[in-house]
């Protein structure tokens, strides 16, 4: 069964803080992973990884995909409480190019 | 537990002819539904949101319409298609408005016009 797993399903730290965010999965014929931030009606793109080992990074947020262990990581720096969202990984597979959702993982940044 | 459904999976269609897209979502009472279009390794843009029955909100002028006949059922519909509107198309439900709730994706539809 094709799948999209992230942990933690929830987080609380403190303004300042580095989070870390884990996303598995287990898809056939992986195409591509994305990453989106929710904090308003819509999610917003984050950043799209089709190569190991490559670091992809915008300001204080950085990720990087492991295609042989099948996850990916999203960091998070010097966390603010504008950081404070769900953070939503999908994972593009198949010849016909499906999508499936991470369940998210909803971020709280305490001042 | 909730399932959210999208018919048909993959659709090909020529030019000019009509669009049914249906999303429907089991397990949940009045959710919030959105229709998405997602391009091709970017970000989703979201087309018509409800927040009930009858009630569509459109969030770009487009070749597309929404409507929402039941509760559980989103259909998005277009009277003739153009090229521009092949993409991947996601339905998503949520049990509020806010931001903060979590949106859930169904597994989308991807469209080719011809």
């Known amino acids: 069964e094709d799948k999209v797993v992230q942990s933690p399903l929830s987080l609380v730290v403190h303004e300042g803080d580095t989070v870390t965010l884990n996303c598995s999965y287990e898809v056939t014929n992986f195409r591509s992973l994305l990453w989106y931030k929710q904090e308003k009606k819509a999610p917003t793109f984050l950043f799209m990884l089709?190569?190991?080992?490559i670091e992809k990074k915008s300001g204080r947020l950085s990720s990087i995909l492991d295609k042989k262990e099948l996850f990916s990581i999203l960091n998070i720096t010097a966390t603010q409480t504008g950081d404070s969202a769900i953070y939503l990984c999908?994972?593009?597979?198949?010849?016909?190019?499906?999508?499936?959702f991470g369940s998210g993982t909803r971020l709280s940044i305490r001042p | 537990s909730q399932t959210i459904h999208q018919w048909p999976a993959t659709l090909v269609q020529p030019v000019g002819s009509p669009l049914s897209l249906e999303c429907t979502v089991e397990?949940?009472?009045?959710?919030?539904l959105y229709w998405y279009r997602q391009a091709a390794g970017r970000g989703l843009q979201l087309l018509f949101y409800s927040v009930g029955i009858g009630q569509i909100s459109s969030e770009v002028p487009q070749n597309l319409s929404a409507s929402r006949p039941q509760d559980r059922q989103f259909i998005l519909s277009s009277k003739k298609l153009l090229l521009s509107d092949s993409g991947f198309y996601l339905c998503?439900?949520?049990?509020?408005?806010?931001?903060?709730?979590?949106?859930?994706f169904g597994p989308g539809t991807r469209l080719t016009v011809l």
């Open positions: 999908a994972v593009e597979y198949s010849s016909a190019s499906k999508i499936i």
């Open positions: 998503a439900w949520a049990a509020g408005t806010r931001g903060t709730d979590t949106q859930y």
């Open positions: 089709t190569s190991s080992g």
């Open positions: 397990g949940t009472s009045n959710p919030n």
